[in-house]
């Protein structure tokens, strides 16, 4: 007895962490296992193997062009997210400037405030304006909750910066824009490079904010809603899954480029 509760205190963490991950990843082992279910209108009983809806993945009516609609969401909210929240977060970073606390403040709201009560103030912003709900509006609803993300994640970055290092390209005649292109940019690209995949992330996955703003525009978060009163296709496992695995390929190649970079130094 006094072997095991020895082995238990010193492994107790190992434990938490094991029975912390195996929480995480039932869902998603679930959706893997049942993306190979052999199912017809529903895919809740495990009916059989099959590699049929891995072949084709749009079988489902309209779940590509859902998943079309959210891709391109995706991006483009994406990249004016990250384009404008690096200059705020450069800004809030770097430089002093009357409202600056302010500003900070206002950048947290977004995050702190409920999805539904902001989807809802962005509906009828849009309403008072007289603009009609579509793709353009859930464009703008995406960046205006993606860029406080991208924001907080690039300012951590460019405080963790040696400002020696800027010091010393300029000591070396190097002019401010040349030190900026060559020493402070690729500094803080990972930086940018994690807060625009946080920012598509969040944008992809996104059902709340959505569905108040987008009128008749299907997205896949929203065509998984509408499914499931009458069992969801196992063609959206398969698209969850792939995507599941793509992100995981990502943080993989970032790990291993980052240990390469490492050890070269």
């Known amino acids: 007895m006094k072997s095991i509760s020895r082995w238990f205190s010193k492994n107790l963490i190992r434990i938490y962490a094991a029975l912390a991950f195996i929480y995480l990843f039932i869902p998603v082992l679930y959706t893997f296992i049942f993306s190979f279910n052999d199912s017809g209108k529903t895919n809740l009983i495990w009916k059989g193997f099959t ?22 969401i995706g991006f483009t909210s994406t990249f004016i997210a990250t384009v404008l929240g690096t ?6 970073g770097r430089y002093k400037f009357k409202g600056r606390a302010t500003t900070n403040l206002l950048i947290f709201l977004p995050m702190a405030t409920p999805e539904i009560v902001l989807g809802a103030s962005l509906l009828t912003m849009f309403i008072n304006l007289g603009i009609n709900t579509s793709l353009l509006t859930t464009i703008i609803a995406h960046v205006m909750f993606c860029i ?11 405080a963790s910066l040696d400002p020696r290092l800027e010091q010393a390209a300029m000591d070396l005649y190097a002019n401010e824009w040349q030190t900026f292109r060559r020493v ?13 995949l946080l920012a598509f992330s969040l944008s992809f996955d996104d059902f709340i904010i959505t569905n108040f703003n987008s009128g008749t525009v299907n997205t896949f978060p929203k065509f998984v809603y509408v499914s499931a009163g009458r069992g969801i296709p196992a063609q959206a496992n398969v698209i969850g899954s792939a995507m599941f695995i793509i992100a995981v390929a990502i943080v993989i190649i970032g790990q291993v480029l980052g240990s390469k970079r490492k050890s070269k130094v």
């Open 51 to 72: 590699l049929e809806k891995w072949s084709n993945p749009c079988g489902a009516p309209e779940i590509c062009s859902a998943l079309g609609n959210s891709f391109l």
């Open 87 to 92: 200059l705020i977060a450069f800004a809030l």
């Open 148 to 158: 406080s993300f991208v924001v907080v994640t690039v300012k951590a970055r460019i």
């Open 184 to 196: 402070t940019f690729p500094l803080v690209l990972p930086g940018i490079a994690g807060a625009a």
